[in-house]
């Protein structure tokens, strides 16, 4: 089972960077999807998840209207589009699975059945 997120790199405000999470070892078409960031001596922060059909999104209110989730099954990859970024977004950026049952919005490493090792986002003039 591996999650591998790409994407992250440095932007000025008001930019846009897409992040991609590609899975593999597991039937990515079944598992909800979540992104979790945590920036410089903070704590985790839930972002976005999606359901597994792709048809169900959710998002925190700190990026709701800027960041958009989707999923390419066929390609077993899951995005994050994020607009209009802002210095606050600046984090590691993670995807995680969700186990079954669990509560979407979550940053309990117990909730999740994998998690990929992260991109750095960092949004700075």
């Known amino acids: 089972v591996q999650l591998v997120e790409s994407g992250g790199g440095m932007v000025q405000p008001g930019g846009s960077l897409r992040l991609s999470c590609a899975a593999s070892?597991?039937?990515?078409?079944?598992?909800?999807m979540t992104w979790v960031r945590q920036a410089p001596g903070k704590g985790p922060e839930w972002v976005s998840g999606i359901n597994p059909g792709g048809g169900s999104t959710y998002y925190a209110d700190s990026v709701k209207g800027r960041f958009t989730i989707s999923r390419d099954n066929a390609k077993n990859t899951l995005y994050l589009q994020m607009n209009g970024l802002k210095c606050e977004d600046t984090a590691l950026y993670y995807c995680?699975?969700?186990?079954?049952?669990?509560?979407?919005?979550?940053?309990?490493?117990?909730?999740?059945?994998?998690w990929g090792q992260g991109t750095q986002v960092t949004v700075s003039s």
């Open positions: 995680a699975s969700l186990l079954p049952g669990v509560d979407i919005i979550t940053t309990d490493l117990e909730d999740f059945g994998s």
């Open positions: 070892g597991f039937t990515f078409s079944k598992w909800h």
